[in-house]
């Protein structure tokens, strides 16, 4: 995944997260991809600088009886990279994804 361009995979991610789908089940789960994929993806798209992530609070994640979540945030660059992406991939910008609605609450 170079300067100037995404995978499709990659821009439906970014997609996801700038919809506030910020975790990696969440993604998993409203995108349809694998964790197989959507995990290496996530790595990829924070070293090149479209998303940077936070650890939740581990006290939340011990209320909930489960291992703490890595949360995702789309940067200025991850945008860009969004709108050129859906330009590209017509079906993104038709896609369920595409439509604004609220995003999921989180506890970060």
Excluded: C
Excluded at 3 to 26: E, H, M, P, R, W
Excluded at 72 to 94: C, H, N, S, V
Aim: a positive charge; zero cysteines.
């Amino acid at each position: 995944m170079g300067k100037g361009f995404l995978t499709y995979s990659s821009a439906v991610i970014l997609q996801a997260v700038a919809n506030g789908y910020l975790y990696g089940f969440d993604i998993i789960d409203v995108t349809g991809l694998p964790g197989g994929t959507v995990y290496p993806a996530l790595r990829r798209l924070e070293d090149t600088g479209y998303l940077i992530s936070k650890w939740e609070k581990h006290v939340i994640a011990q209320e909930e009886s489960r291992p703490p979540r890595k949360y995702y945030e789309l940067t200025r660059p991850g945008q860009d990279m969004l709108a050129e992406a859906i330009k590209r991939y017509r079906l993104l910008e038709q896609s369920d994804l595409s439509q604004e609605r609220a995003p999921k609450p989180t506890k970060a």
